[in-house]
């Protein structure tokens, strides 16, 4: 099975643009769909991004995903940060005999 | 509207056991896999295990295959997860989530979570 490698921690201040990555180690990125998961203090998780790109309803559009073949990663990209989006948050791909694999999340400071 | 009510926290000592529940409403229980995540303080989310309620098949992360039961009552909509013998390493947040095999396994609700401590 392949693991999901996220940066640690990444910060940035209100109103700019942040992106977290999320790095397959083996196989193609291309080959199963990543979702993206907001965990805040005190509440459950939630999905901001899933099958690689879509939002779900409510999601504002600042949030956005891609994948990037070339670097076999994941990418969750936040525009005009806000205060509010300061949480952990942590790619989900599958494989076949996994169907839950989490990066190892990061947490974004918006300072 | 979707809602997965998790039990209340609980507080054990090492060796007892412990059954937790997370009872699902506002869609039909039996035709969505119903997953288990683990969040042990301060890291990550790990992938426990997952259930179909339809005919109860049962995938289990190799880490805690042996470690935890995973089950399922349609009477009641309820999925549970069970410990024999708890730990202190047990000792986390543990989440349900409704999930879905067609969007590539991912998580679409999730229950209000159950923290269970594990101390002497």
């Known amino acids: 099975n392949f693991m999901l490698t996220q940066p640690h921690s990444v910060s940035e201040s209100p109103g700019k643009t942040v992106t977290i990555s999320c790095t397959r180690s083996s196989g193609s990125i291309a080959s199963n769909y990543v979702q993206w998961y907001q965990l805040r203090p005190g509440s459950s998780p939630t999905t901001v991004i899933y099958e690689d790109k879509k939002r779900p309803s409510g999601v504002p559009d600042r949030f956005s995903g891609s994948i990037d073949r070339s670097s076999n990663s994941a990418s969750l990209t936040i525009s005009g940060l806000k205060t509010e989006d300061e949480a952990e948050y942590y790619c989900q791909s599958y494989d076949s005999g996994i169907p839950g694999i989490f990066g190892g999340g990061t947490k974004l400071t918006v300072l | 509207e979707v809602q997965l009510v998790q039990s209340g926290a609980e507080v054990k000592k090492p060796g007892e056991s412990l059954k937790i529940s997370c009872k699902g409403s506002?869609?039909?229980?039996?035709?969505?896999?119903i997953g288990w995540v683990r969040q042990k303080p301060g890291k990550g989310l790990e992938w426990m295990g997952i259930i179909y309620p339809g005919d109860s098949d049962t995938r289990y992360n190799s880490s805690f295959q042996g470690q935890v039961t995973i089950s399922v009552d349609t009477s009641t909509n309820s999925a549970h997860l069970q410990w024999d013998s708890l730990k202190a390493s047990d000792t986390a947040m543990y989440y349900c989530a409704r999930t879905l095999y067609s969007s590539g396994w991912r998580f679409d609700y999730w229950g209000q979570g159950t923290l269970v401590t594990v101390s002497s």
């Open positions: 506002g869609y039909t229980f039996h035709t969505y896999w």
